[in-house]
């Protein structure tokens, strides 16, 4: 008779699949957990999971790794329900193990619920399985597992690793190790570093903690934010077998392109006659936003100071007040934030609270610029004009397009242009390309570039301190952050201002 659950070396494999099962699936450690799982049976695979136009998404890893855990699980189970003696991290492998069947038996019916507008309409069978099988794998002769006590809740953890997955993946694009880094993070910022206890407690609680999106225009911020606001958790009710779906779940407000009172407006709403032009109740976005979905605030470095005083409000107490009445209203969203200003010299020249900006950076992601993802891998490029080419022209034009505008940007510009304006420029250079056969730069003028530090080093008619300044500025000028800039350089972010400013970079 077996008198363990797990011989020696299933139990190795069932450790394996326990990390796989609670890790951040966009980091390199996912590849080693699958060597590790597999061995010999591993086959090799990119270091960074990304979209990749030219590529089968689908591993022939996970699908290897998905027939022996259920092997296992069927194993273990059947020696659980004989008596074979378990102690408490046999179980939880056990139980993990069950976890990573679960979720890949039931994959294929979340992802045709992704985006759709009642997402378990069509699910509705297979949850009733799912329900089934939990109780049928985690429920045995002496023991219940804790997943079985509620199998709705694992249903939609399930349901949001799928949604989170599909968002991040399939709009944050790039094989460079800036962009994986990038996807790492959102992901973190869904569901944290530690998933158990996101499983166990924090599911519902992420609407408290706000994310401040920092970096360069034109990185992509939105794309970041809604992937995050669009992959929140979504209770399941196990009596209708629906989850609770928000309708128009991401607000996105750029609060740079409208005046103080208008940004109070959109947020906050309005009575009618609190300012001239306002000639009904209006409510905003705080209060339309549902509790389960999310309101984006672009640019939010350059909100009025009146403004953050009662947004700091409705991120320490929940609640707000129209224009033009006093009746306290509850925000029960996600508020995100980004900004392309550096907040640190925003604060010190008094034009941005302290106290708003501390209760903004609980959760902080920090986009890379597309030279800094082009310099880890050249071949992103072509990935990024794919993309693009198939959002702008279409999936039967796009590969045509992105062949053509690829080949100008190599003939023109080369491996040196420092695209300034990040992936919002590269998107105009292949819209450009597309109806005018090319691209032209914006080009500073001649008063604007200094002399190339290469032609004054060669000729000693710079010195040393001069040759900082002027390298600073350059960098500040293709990265548009003090902070990008210091940590290129390795210098501090307050040295690298004030050698910008004698540069006379551009702000």
């Keep these: 008779m077996q008198t363990r659950p797990f011989t020696p070396a299933e139990k190795s494999f069932a450790a394996v699949v326990s990390r796989l099962v609670h890790m951040n699936p966009f980091t390199p450690d996912r590849i ?24 089968n998404q689908e591993s022939p890893n996970m699908l290897r790794l998905q027939e022996r855990a259920e092997e296992l699980v069927a194993r273990v189970r059947a020696a659980l329900v004989e008596g074979v003696p378990v102690d408490d991290q046999e179980a939880l492998l056990y139980e993990d193990l069950v976890t990573f069947v679960l979720y890949f038996r039931h994959e294929a019916a979340f992802y045709r619920a992704v985006g759709r507008p009642e997402p378990v309409k069509g699910a509705r069978a297979s949850y009733a399985r799912f329900a089934e099988e939990v109780t049928e794998l985690l429920t045995l002769p002496g023991r219940t597992f804790p997943a079985a006590q ?52 924090l599911a519902t609680r992420m609407a408290d903690v ?37 309708e128009n779940a991401f607000h ?47 640019e939010v470095g350059e909100i009025d100071a009146s403004v953050q005083v009662k947004l700091l409000r409705v991120l320490q107490e929940r609640v707000f007040q129209r224009l033009g009445e006093s009746v306290p209203r509850r925000f029960a969203g996600k508020l995100i934030a ?40 050249p071949g992103e490029l072509a990935d990024l004009v794919a993309f693009v080419s198939r959002r702008i022209a279409g999936d039967d034009e796009a590969p045509a397009l992105a062949a053509e505008a690829t080949a100008w940007v190599e003939q023109h510009l080369g491996a040196a242009h420092a695209w300034p304006g990040n992936v919002r420029e590269l998107e105009q250079c292949v ?62 972010r307050r040295t690298v201002k004030a050698r910008v400013e004698a540069g006379g970079a551009p702000e």
């Design 32 to 55: 080693a957990c699958e060597r590790e799982a597999l061995g010999r049976g591993f086959t090799p695979v990119d270091p960074v999971i990304s979209m990749r136009p030219d590529r």
């Design 150 to 201: 509620d199998p709705a809740h694992l249903y939609a953890c399930f349901f949001q690793v799928c949604r989170a997955y599909h968002h991040i993946f399939m709009h944050i694009i790039g094989r460079s190790m800036p962009a994986a880094r990038l996807r790492a993070a959102v992901w973190e910022s869904i569901f944290t570093h530690d998933q158990r206890r996101y499983r166990r407690a």
């Design 210 to 246: 706000t994310t401040l999106i920092v970096g360069p225009s034109g990185t992509g911020k939105e794309l970041v934010a809604r992937a995050i606001g669009l992959s929140r958790y979504l209770p399941l009710d196990p009596r209708t077998q629906r989850f609770a779906e928000p």
């Design 252 to 298: 996105a407000l750029n609060v740079s392109a409208l005046s103080p009172t208008l940004v109070e407006s959109e947020l906050f709403g309005h009575r009618r006659g609190a300012f001239t032009g306002a000639l009904e109740d209006r409510p905003g976005w705080l209060e339309t936003c549902p509790p389960l979905g999310t309101v984006f605030l672009d």
């Design 338 to 377: 980004a900004t392309n200003r550096d907040l640190d010299a925003e604060m010190q020249a008094g034009r941005f609270r302290k106290d708003f900006y501390y209760r903004l950076c609980a959760d902080i992601i920090a986009m890379p610029s597309l030279s800094e993802r082009l310099a880890d891998t």
């Design 431 to 492: 819209r450009n390309v597309m109806i005018r056969g090319e691209y032209q730069p914006l080009r500073p003028s001649a008063s604007a570039v200094p002399a190339p530090l290469t032609a004054l080093m060669e000729t000693g008619a710079i010195t040393a301190d001069e040759l900082i300044t002027r390298y600073c500025a350059q960098v500040y000028r293709a990265t548009g952050s003090y902070v990008e800039t210091a940590r290129r350089l390795g210098l501090d």
